[in-house]
T-cell receptor
Framework: SQQGEEDPQALSIQEGENATMNCSYKTSINNLQWYRQNSGRGLVHLILIRSNEREKHSGRLRVTLDTSKKSSSLLITASRAADTASYFCATDGIQGAQKLVFGQGTRLTINP | GAGVSQTPSNKVTEKGKYVELRCDPISGHTALYWYRQSLGQGPEFLIYFQGTGAADDSGLPNDRFFAVRPEGSVSTLKIQRTERGDSAVYLC???????????FGAGSRLTVL
C-alpha cells in the first residue's frame, strides 16, 4: 500500500517559475526522502529530511517537513526545462520498518 | 561496481512462462530492495534483503514471486507462471545500510503477452 500521497498529480509551469509539490503520509516516520525519475529511467535521490528537522536546502531545492500534519513539501526554485520529471516522496516507518514506501508521484512539466 | 546494474533491461515473455531478473548492487551495500512500478504509479515495495536474508518480504504479491541473494551481493527475482498483470518495470535498489538513501538501477521492463 502507498504511504505517501503526492499533490498535485501533475504540474505544468513555465521555465523560471517555482514548482511546489506536496506529500502527505499516514504513520510516524524516522525520515522522509524525495526522489526524481526521468521518463523510463531509475529513480535518483534528491534530499533526505529527518523527523527532527523542519527544513532543508540543497541547491535550488527546499524541503519542509511538518510531522504534526504528517506532510512535506518540495520546492524547486527557478525551474529549468531539465527539471521535467516525476517526483516521489518516500517514507520509512519509525518502528524498525525495513522498507521505504513511495507515493504516487507528481509529474512536473517545465515549459520553455 | 559504480552503480546498480539490472539485467535484462527488457524482457518479453508469454503468459505462463518463468522469468528471472537479476540485480547487481553497489559493492559493499548490504541492503538490497526490489520494487515494482506500473505505468503512472509509484514504486511498490516487494522485498528487502539485509545481507543474504530476506528481512521483509511482505510486498511479494503471491507465491509465484520469489527472490534470493545467496552470497549477499547479486540478487535474482524469480517469477513463476507469469501473468499479464505482472507486466511492469522491476526496480532494484541498494544502500549501505537499511533506511539509508537508496541507489536505484535503471530497471527491468517485463512484458507478459
Amino acid at each position: 500500500s502507498q504511504q505517501g500521497e503526492e499533490d498535485p498529480q501533475a504540474l505544468s509551469i513555465q521555465e523560471g517559475e517555482n514548482a511546489t509539490m506536496n506529500c502527505s503520509y499516514k504513520t510516524s516516520i524516522n525520515n522522509l526522502q524525495w526522489y526524481r525519475q526521468n521518463s523510463g529511467r531509475g529513480l535518483v535521490h534528491l534530499i533526505l529530511i529527518r523527523s527532527n528537522e523542519r527544513e532543508k536546502h540543497s541547491g535550488r531545492l527546499r524541503v519542509t517537513l511538518d510531522t504534526s500534519k504528517k506532510s512535506s513539501s518540495l520546492l524547486i526554485t527557478a525551474s529549468r526545462a531539465a527539471d521535467t520529471a516525476s517526483y516521489f516522496c518516500a517514507t520509512d516507518g519509525i518502528q524498525g520498518a525495513q522498507k521505504l514506501v513511495f507515493g504516487q508521484g507528481t509529474r512536473l512539466t517545465i515549459n520553455p | 561496481g559504480a552503480g546498480v546494474s539490472q539485467t535484462p533491461s527488457n524482457k518479453v515473455t508469454e503468459k505462463g512462462k518463468y522469468v528471472e531478473l537479476r540485480c547487481d548492487p553497489i559493492s559493499g551495500h548490504t541492503a538490497l530492495y526490489w520494487y515494482r512500478q506500473s505505468l503512472g504509479q509509484g514504486p511498490e515495495f516487494l522485498i528487502y534483503f539485509q545481507g543474504t536474508g530476506a528481512a521483509d518480504d511482505s510486498g511479494l504479491p503471491n507465491d509465484r514471486f520469489f527472490a534470493v541473494r545467496p552470497e549477499g551481493s547479486v540478487s535474482t527475482l524469480k517469477i513463476q507462471r507469469t501473468e499479464r498483470g505482472d507486466s511492469a518495470v522491476y526496480l532494484c535498489a541498494s544502500s549501505y545500510r537499511r533506511q539509508d538513501v537508496l541507489t536505484f538501477g535503471a530497471g527491468s521492463r517485463l512484458t507478459v503477452l
